[in-house]
């Protein structure tokens, strides 16, 4: 087990019962990542499970592993948990790129084909590539599941023509709604596992065009494959395109704003979910600034009641899902909203709604009714109380610099 503990925050500006009980979140949440949903393997791969629900989503266990980065250069424990964590998702993509969770003993859980799945390894062994330095984790076995992400995509931005994938829960008998070529990827379901209702969707693409550049400095820096390099940034270049010119709508009372899906014949939904990616979290992986006039306005749509999945109640308003029942808030999506704003007031106030979600447990939930925290969704569910950690641990300036250059 890692020889740290959780490094101790101060949490400025708070009320001494509100610090009290994020303190304790945050120590509860630092400790349990490690020590309860990640195990080393007889193989050397690490398992990371999203807490109740002993499998491996792709997204999640990236997500899960975010706040340990720093700590690879000095705790061996750490350095080979994140590396089995790495190894392991590169054997998941090889067995299947379009499945999206897996089992312990590497057998297909869901096949829901989410984007973001495969972007989430590759944004990981990135991260912690530029934070420590270690190049043992790019063995040809990543470099295929790199490859095979990379190609799926390609065809994926080609679907109508190209794509064999099909799912009994979209629309059309599995295929999904009919879309005119972008340049966008094509999704199957939202990063809440939710199917899509049009099927470019825009923070999954948003998120792939800032991957994709991170894979590009990959493929030339440590794989030497220049070819690999190219068509990477290529598909960067196209997606970001695509999402500019196709995405962007004339909201009244808003302006220009990002939809959350599109399908290129002119049909867009506006809303947002607290999954991530989301619209609101896109400074935090690196899209965008958060000062940007597009950004800006669209937050604001997303943080409002025109937003169908944003709800206000007596102890929290925030951004929920249609995941999860009317009325749910979810910490992740409120987690977000304190990482990605410039303003410290609001900061303040969604860390007390943070604080006001602690039943007693001292865990952060997937949802909770923003009227009555005790009613909830997930007992145990890893990734927004990982989020939490890293977002206290940003608040001390402790994070790698790379994940603070992605949020500028």
């Known amino acids: 087990m890692p020889a740290t503990a959780a490094p101790t925050v101060e949490i400025p500006n708070a ?28 193989d050397g791969t690490t398992f990371v499970s999203t807490g109740d629900i002993d499998e491996e989503w792709l997204r999640d266990s990236s997500a899960v592993m975010m706040p340990y980065i720093g700590l690879a250069s000095t705790d061996s424990y750490v350095r080979n948990m994140l590396r089995g964590a790495i190894s392991r998702q590169a054997k998941y993509i090889l067995i299947d790129p379009y499945a999206n969770a897996f089992t312990s003993d590497y057998q297909i859980a869901e096949r829901k084909f989410e984007m973001d799945s495969l972007l989430y390894p590759i944004r990981l062994a990135y991260v912690y590539w530029k934070a420590t330095g270690d190049r043992s984790i790019f063995t040809p076995e990543l470099q295929r599941a790199m490859m095979t992400a990379l190609r799926t995509l390609r065809v994926e931005q080609h679907h109508a023509t190209r794509s064999h994938y099909r799912n009994p ?3 059309d008998n599995g295929v999904g709604t009919r879309v005119a070529y972008t340049g966008l990827v094509w999704t199957a379901f939202r990063p809440s596992d939710d199917a899509a209702r049009y099927q470019y969707n825009i923070p999954d693409n948003m998120f792939a065009a800032v991957v994709l550049r991170q894979l590009t400095v990959i493929e030339r820096k440590v794989y030497h494959d220049n070819g690999l390099a190219q068509e990477a940034w ?24 990002y939809a959350y899906e599109i399908d290129g014949f002119g049909h867009a939904t506006l809303m947002d979910d ?12 690196g899209y965008v600034s958060p000062r940007d006039s597009v950004y800006k306005a669209t937050r604001s749509f997303v943080l409002s009641p025109r937003n169908p999945y944003y709800f206000a109640g007596k102890y929290a308003s925030g951004i929920g899902s249609p995941h999860t029942p009317h009325g749910y808030v ?33 865990r952060l939930h997937e949802s909770f009714n923003a009227d009555w925290p005790e009613s909830y969704t997930r007992d145990d569910f890893a990734w927004p109380n990982a989020l939490f950690a890293q977002l206290m641990l940003a608040r001390q300036g402790r994070l790698p610099a790379v994940l603070e250059s992605l949020a500028r």
């Open 234 to 257: 290529g598909l960067s270049v196209q997606i970001r395109q695509g999402i500019e010119h196709y995405a962007l709508v004339n909201e009244p009372g808003f302006g220009r704003i």
């Open 274 to 285: 607290a999954n991530i990616p989301s619209l609101l979290s896109a400074p935090y992986f």
């Open 169 to 171: 829960e979209l629309a």
């Open 15 to 42: 009320p001494t019962t509100v610090a009290v009980t994020l303190q304790r979140i945050y120590q509860r949440a630092y400790d349990e990542a490690y020590s309860r949903h990640a195990r080393i393997e007889p």
């Open 330 to 362: 979810w910490p992740l999506g409120l987690v977000v909203e304190a990482i990605t704003s410039t303003d410290q007031s609001e900061i303040d106030r969604v860390m007390g709604y943070i604080a006001a979600s602690d039943t007693g447990d001292h």
